[in-house]
């Protein structure tokens, strides 16, 4: 793959890289795509989703259940080569609509990943633990 992608000017492969590293690449990419089949909750779609990158994901990923195809983000239904394929040509065709893309994605971002939320998730867990234990 990282040989055929030399030979186009406008897209890359990376492989392993630092998270540092890996965020910096996401906040300066145009679109994410993440083709795992297992991954419940990929790190880099949520780095991505934060930074406002619009992403593509299979749907077997626990990332997906979060978007709306085309809206918030892409989701591949077939996770195979050909599937991608098909889902990355679609997404093409909407390239005007990826920066519109990526600040609903930002939004989901906000509402169930950043920070602030999992403060306060976390702040409920432990009051609940804490009066259960009272109790």
């Not at 083709?35 to 994901?57: E, F, H, K, N, Q």
Request: glycine residues 6%; negative net charge; charged residues 25%.
């Amino acid at each position: 793959m990282e040989v055929d992608a030399k030979n186009y000017e406008n897209v890359s492969v990376n492989g392993e890289l630092s998270h540092e590293d890996c965020v910096i690449e996401t906040e300066t990419s145009d679109l994410v795509i993440i083709p795992s089949r297992s991954d419940t909750l990929p790190i880099v779609s949520i780095d991505a989703l934060g930074a406002g990158v619009p992403i593509m994901c299979t749907k077997q990923t626990g990332t997906s259940q979060y978007l709306e195809n085309d809206k918030s983000g892409f989701i591949i239904e077939q996770s195979t080569p050909e599937g991608i394929a098909k889902a990355l040509q679609h997404a093409l065709e909407l390239s005007d609509k990826w920066h519109n893309i990526g600040l609903e994605g930002q939004k989901i971002f906000k509402k169930y990943f950043s920070l602030d939320v999992f403060e306060k998730n976390l702040s409920t867990v432990v009051e609940n633990l804490l009066a259960q234990k009272r109790s």
